[in-house]
């Protein structure tokens, strides 16, 4: 089973190079667990950051909108609410504005004298976060309700990120740190001192890992702050970052006009007397420690999701799904994925589940049958992730988006057995199921 916390102190960096048609450069190591970053860059004709002081173009469904402004625009964030669709603008003004999808100004949140450098969404989609000065400050959407703030940095703070899959804060600003929080502003993690400001922070989908960005540095870390990877490219600063929707990949725009893209590779994972490396050049290395022997499997497209248990190794690329058995690795069960990329594998005893945005959450065995398809009607398939699901032989169970309510399937069937909703009065952090035997 992959271990989900990584220990970059045991980890022993050494430089890789690897020449292709553009300058590449790859971070390996060899620890616990490695996340690295594959980087490489390219140079676009166009102004990659603008401060933009005329207007704010918006598309909806093939409309569009233009809100005028006469000061400047520093970031604009889309919610995550399924139900309405509205976005946060912040700038030099000092105000953060709520806006509707048609471009109907709904709201002015927070309206301050010294301008706001950043913001975003909480996970439900009903407060926001931004920095003023060197505090960090919770807005609840409600009037009613207090903001929660609390001195984050000792100097301006620049960039900030919640993730909404863990739940955690990132921040970063001119004090050269990054710092992890809760949502109720205990520190979790505060690095050392940098060469330069923190510009840039990101989170991973998976809320497992995050970018740090600043000059001539990207920066991988996991949640709990630790740094597994720097790189150094000549790119100027780091001004802002964006995963892919597999989280595999990020794509940084630079100050200097490039766009750095960067792969995350050599991911570790183990099962009893099972490791399997996932390497840069879309292979899988399996060893077996008792035996010491080694397997290498070669993968046509890049692999995005990986999971190890059970005496079964399951593999996703953005087309296909490859489901190994520990004692054949030679001819796997192949499925064709036709909904796009996998975001969550879970495994049990006699099969596993996969999710994605599209198809919803699918039970299949490890013969590649598909037993059972459960529709999301409340929570989105692609915001589940392993603290919100869990699977036994018989039973899934699901926690809802405001985290109170647990449902429970037949994972046979795909049916939900409402008589055993869980309730909860404060939000759960974790959903585990177990098997009982008598």
């Known amino acids: 089973m992959g271990s989900s916390c990584l220990f970059p102190d045991l980890v022993e960096w050494r430089k890789l190079w690897k020449h292709t048609k553009e300058q590449c450069w790859v971070f390996g190591g060899v620890g616990m667990e490695l996340h690295c970053l594959h980087v490489c860059v390219c140079v676009v004709c166009v102004p990659v950051f603008m401060s933009v002081r005329a207007c704010v173009h918006v598309w909806v469904c093939a409309c569009v909108h233009v809100f005028c402004m006469f000061v400047a625009l520093v970031c604009m964030y889309w919610n995550m609410s399924i139900s309405i669709v509205v976005h946060s603008t912040d700038g030099e003004d000092g105000a953060i504005k709520i806006w509707s999808k048609t471009g109907m100004l709904r709201t002015i949140l927070v309206q301050t004298s010294s301008p706001i450098y950043s913001c975003c969404w909480s996970p439900d989609s009903d407060q926001v976060l931004y920095a ?66 923190i510009i840039s922070l990101a989170w991973a989908p998976d809320g497992e890992l995050f970018a740090v960005g600043a000059f001539d540095t990207l920066r991988l870390c996991d949640k709990t702050g630790w740094s597994h990877s720097l790189e150094k490219a000549s790119t100027g600063t780091v001004l802002r970052m964006a995963w892919a929707g597999d989280g595999t990949q990020l794509a940084g725009a630079c100050a200097n006009g490039q766009v750095v893209f960067a792969q995350v590779v050599n991911r570790h994972l183990e099962w009893h007397n099972l490791e399997a490396f996932v390497n840069e050049d879309n292979t899988i290395s399996v060893k077996d420690i008792i035996n010491d022997s080694k397997e290498s499997l070669e993968f046509h497209d890049r692999i995005v999701r990986v999971s190890l248990a059970w005496g079964h190794l399951i593999v996703t690329t953005p087309l296909q ?72 032989n018989d039973t899934i169970a699901i926690r809802n988006q405001d985290g109170k309510e647990i449902h429970i399937y037949d994972a046979l069937t795909g049916k939900e057995r409402t008589d055993r909703t869980v309730k909860h009065q404060v939000k759960a952090t974790h959903t585990h199921t177990y098997t009982h035997t008598l």
């Open 132 to 197: 003023g000065g060197k505090t960090l400050i919770i807005k609840p959407l409600q009037p009613s309700l207090k903001p929660t703030q609390w001195k984050a940095h000792d100097s301006l703070i620049l960039t900030l990120d919640w993730s909404p899959t863990n739940n955690l804060i990132v921040s970063g600003g001119e004090d050269r740190k990054y710092k992890v929080w809760d949502s109720y502003g205990r520190n979790i993690y505060s690095s050392l001192l940098h060469d330069s400001p």
């Open 321 to 392: 799904c490859y489901i190994y058995n520990s004692r054949n690795w030679t001819t796997p069960v192949t499925l064709d994925l036709k909904n796009g990329s996998i975001n969550l594998i879970k495994q049990a005893e006699r099969h596993f589940l996969i999710a994605d945005c599209m198809s919803g959450v699918q039970i299949i065995s490890y013969e590649g049958r598909q037993l059972s398809l459960i529709k999301m009607a409340g929570p989105n398939a692609g915001s589940l992730n392993d603290l919100t699901v869990s699977l036994t």
